[in-house]
């Protein structure tokens, strides 16, 4: 019989184990490439769609088209969403350079022009958690989503002075209501405590903002804040959700 004799000496030296190492690198690199291409969603590095669902990279992408209205409205042609861009409108601090109406939204009484990261975030918004949740929770579709307005040329809390409100720029939207395929109505007002269906809802609806704007103040918050969301896209914050 004849014997296999390997060398004691393979695996041992130190260019053997780093050629190895890269090796294995190599390949994770490139199978993780290939999983990027495939998962665009999770790419930060992937132009965002809005055709894509959402993914690990998604909230940065939003985040980052806060201050770049020619990306953002480059999503919007890439991601085939109907919208209309209106002329500049107002003066000083109340000067709105981007207003951007999104005429598919279920939006009452009417679709305002808000700003074009604004647009974007409520359609995510209505896809991913409004429109889902209203068929789990309920068995029925979105008919209207109500809302008190987006602009408004006012500092915060209608003060003589300090911060302006985000509302000054369109950058932000009250939504009171939620009316339902059936006819049923969830009141931001007369809903939000309890255990209710309706209840559960709103929270949920709350929380699931979170995800795309950047300001998210409900009842939660303060009494300023009893019969409305507040919904904005403030390039000062990320993440503030109360």
Request: with cysteine.
């Amino acid at each position: 019989m004849v014997k296999a004799h390997f060398s004691k000496r393979i695996g041992k030296f130190t260019g053997d184990r780093r050629v190895l190492v890269f090796l294995i690198l190599a390949s994770l690199l490139i199978a993780g490439r290939v999983w990027l291409a495939e998962h665009p969603e999770h790419d930060p590095w992937a132009p965002l769609d809005l055709r894509d669902p959402v993914g690990w990279a998604t909230e940065a992408k939003l985040q980052s088209l806060r201050e770049d209205v020619a990306e953002c409205r480059g999503v919007l042609d890439r991601s085939d969403v109907v919208h209309e861009i209106l002329e500049p409108a107002g003066e000083g601090a109340c000067r709105r350079e981007d207003r951007t109406v999104l005429t598919g939204l279920p939006l009452s009484p009417n679709s305002p022009p808000v700003t074009c990261s604004a647009s974007i975030a409520l359609l995510l918004w209505e896809r991913e958690a409004v429109a889902p949740l209203a068929e789990e929770i309920f068995g029925s579709e979105i008919q209207r989503i109500e809302h008190l307005g987006a602009y408004s040329c006012r500092r915060l809390y209608g003060r003589d002075s300090g911060p302006w409100s985000e509302h000054a720029t369109a950058n932000a939207i009250d939504i009171a209501g939620f009316v339902l395929a059936d006819g049923t109505r969830i009141s931001v007002l007369n809903d939000w405590s309890g255990e209710s269906d309706k209840a559960q809802f709103l929270r949920r609806v709350r929380d699931d903002a979170c995800d795309s704007f950047s300001t998210v103040l409900s009842p939660d918050y303060n009494a300023a804040h009893a019969d409305h969301f507040h919904l904005d896209m403030s390039p000062r914050w990320r993440s503030v959700c109360r």
